[in-house]
């Protein structure tokens, strides 16, 4: 049973649960607040208990989503519900809704990402039509609300209501952008780019740092998966790699393609962005980019590092220091924002830049 008022709500992708837990209690561990998680494997969600509600409020406090790897969404849980009725379910959520004594801007039913709580997206959307109405009889949405009513079904019977705090929460129910593979891009490896600039990147980052006209590298790009996201904006790309790149866009005019090692090549000017999907070490891949960054050879940096099949959260700490630590020796400060991308699979996706 959760404990009301006690305890935080993360998604994830399952298999990752022990990762996700891990960061939490990292975080947590740093407050001295004396908290525990809660997962089951393959479940696709964390539950990080608190000694009491003070607790919990100090921890929502100083951690948010953008700043952890392995959450794709992270709620504040009011309470849980077991034996859900087959015939009267909302007849049971709108009670415990009524009880947060809170207004919300919206409300969303939603479920973890795992194999079971998928057969649960029909059940969801038509309890949530149900939802809303009701909710706009009793008065309790408000367009101005800074939170969102989340309601969590785990299985058909438990629910957790949980609220999300609008300005630094997921804008996707789950975490998760539903993306649709472009028919004209060469690869779906074009997803997790896609996914990345809408996930870690804010819009008028997007709007600032993704002009026109602006340079970029891809390292490892063949066939063009990432290249094609940054053609599609109108950017220059030097596409780096021994193998074939799509001929759309090599016919593009925006793309040259040079057949050599990326670990060996440097550009003859910066850029702005460099961007890196190669198959390698996590921490051959990130010496390699901490070089970029130390060196000034790009302004923004995008690049996976594919995770080991153990200690996958240590491995992630080692690779951030070591980037950090390079830089700084270069005299400089980087800002790291990283998640598990839900078109990740053993990795992670990272944005990083000079300050």
């Not at 608190?50 to 929502?60: E, G, I, K």
Request: glycine share 6%.
């Amino acid at each position: 049973m959760s404990a009301s008022g006690r305890s935080v709500l993360a998604y994830c992708r399952p298999g990752f649960e022990s990762e996700c837990a891990q960061e939490l209690a990292a975080r947590d561990a740093a407050l001295a607040s004396g908290g525990f998680a809660r997962s089951t494997r393959d479940s696709g969600f964390v539950e990080f208990v608190f000694p009491d509600p003070a607790a919990r409020q100090r921890f929502t406090a100083s951690v948010t989503l953008p700043e952890l790897t392995f959450a794709r969404q992270l709620l504040c849980v009011h309470a849980r519900i077991d034996g859900l009725p087959r015939e009267d379910r909302l007849g049971v959520l709108m009670p415990a809704i009524r009880a947060t004594g809170r207004r919300h801007r919206d409300a969303w039913i939603e479920s973890p990402d795992n194999d079971a709580a998928r057969e649960l997206a029909g059940l969801c959307r038509s309890l949530n039509n149900a939802l809303i109405a009701a909710m706009k009889r009793e008065s309790l949405l408000d367009a101005h609300s800074p939170s969102r009513l989340h309601v969590c079904l785990i299985d058909v019977q438990t629910a957790l209501i949980a609220e999300a705090d609008i300005a630094t929460a997921s804008s996707w129910p789950g975490g998760i952008p539903r993306l649709r593979f472009p028919s004209a891009a060469p690869s779906r490896s074009t997803l997790k780019l896609e996914e990345a600039l809408l996930t870690l990147l804010a819009a008028d980052e997007r709007e600032r740092w993704l002009k026109p006209g602006m340079s970029a590298v891809d390292l490892g790009a063949a066939p063009g998966g990432w290249t094609w996201q940054l053609v599609r904006r109108s950017i220059s790309v030097i596409a780096v790699d021994n193998g074939p790149m799509d001929q759309g866009l090599i016919d593009s005019g925006l793309v040259t393609h040079l057949r050599t090692d990326g670990f060996r090549f440097q550009p003859q000017n910066p850029v702005d962005w460099m961007v890196c999907d190669m198959v390698e070490q996590p921490r051959k891949v990130a010496a390699r980019m901490a070089e970029w960054l130390a060196g000034g050879w790009c302004r923004f940096a995008i690049f996976n590092l594919k995770l080991p099949m153990k200690k996958r959260y240590d491995e992630v700490c080692l690779c951030r220091a070591l980037v950090q630590e390079t830089v700084a020796a270069a005299g400089k400060r980087i800002e790291w924002r990283a998640r598990q991308l839900y078109h990740d699979r053993e990795e992670i996706t990272v944005f990083a830049r000079i300050l």
